[in-house]
């Protein structure tokens, strides 16, 4: 079983562009949640999709969106970039009704803002 | 002051030793409890998950959780050098999917052999 994949899993960027990071869940999974990984701040929930809704969104600025597929891949854009949002960004898909609603999550994409 | 806090360590411990990893939070309407691991270069995955406070053992490892006290605790018995790699806790207010997980900021485990 094919585990969640996420592409570029690695990518360079200068401050002022914008990224757009991509997600297959596990086959069947139909939510898909998005978080930032940095060593100051750890995992920061960014937002969760189901069914093409966002269901859920931390706190994070209006730079970041993302958007959900009908076959459930995901993306997610970051506009205008800045430094600081160097970091890890981790994919996780959950199958919705599962006992534990386990997070599956994928190796991450990792992006440098020079 | 962060809603979950974790000790970052490092920790290094020999082979065979039983390992304690701690988290404290603030949130008192967390009710789902669970530890992740996290190897080098890689996603974290599911090790452990509880409800409430109590404690749920799967084979050398053991979670704790006394929400009175906003307390959690993941042991590890029979530590192995595979074991070695970062875990962090992750905390929920409701169960499924739509939950949004806060996370310990993750403690860096070596295992020497």
């Known amino acids: 079983k094919a585990g969640v994949t996420q592409t570029p899993r690695y990518l360079i960027k200068t401050r002022g562009q914008q990224v757009t990071l991509s997600c297959s869940p596990i086959?069947?999974?139909?939510?898909v949640s998005w978080y930032q990984q940095t060593p100051g701040q750890g995992l920061q929930f960014l937002f969760e999709?189901?069914?093409?809704?966002?269901?859920n969104k931390g706190n994070f600025p209006g730079r970041f969106s993302g958007r959900q597929f009908s076959n459930s891949r995901s993306e997610m854009n970051v506009s205008t970039l800045e430094l600081g949002d160097s970091a890890l960004y981790l994919c996780?898909?959950?199958?919705?009704?599962?006992?534990?609603?386990?997070?599956?999550f994928g190796e991450g994409s990792r992006l440098t803002v020079l | 002051q962060k809603e979950v806090e974790q000790d970052p360590g490092p920790l290094s411990v020999p082979e065979g030793a039983i390992v304690s990893l701690n988290c404290t939070y603030s949130?008192?309407?967390?009710?789902?409890f669970m530890w992740y691991r996290q190897y080098s270069r890689k996603g974290p995955e599911l090790l452990m998950y509880?409800?409430?406070?109590g404690n749920k053992e799967d084979g050398r490892f053991t979670a704790q959780v006394d929400k009175s006290s906003k307390y959690i605790s993941l042991f590890i018995r029979d530590s192995q050098p595979s074991d070695s790699a970062t875990y962090l806790c992750?905390?929920?207010?409701?169960?499924?999917?739509?939950?949004?997980?806060?996370f310990g900021s993750g403690t860096q485990l070596t295992v020497l052999p």
């Open positions: 996780a898909s959950s199958l919705l009704g599962g006992a534990t609603g386990e997070l599956f």
């Open positions: 086959s069947g999974h139909r939510s």
């Open positions: 999709y189901f069914s093409e809704t966002q269901r």
């Open positions: 949130n008192s309407a967390f009710q789902y």
């Open positions: 509880t409800y409430s406070s």
């Open positions: 992750a905390m929920s207010e409701t169960s499924g999917s739509a939950r949004q997980l806060t």
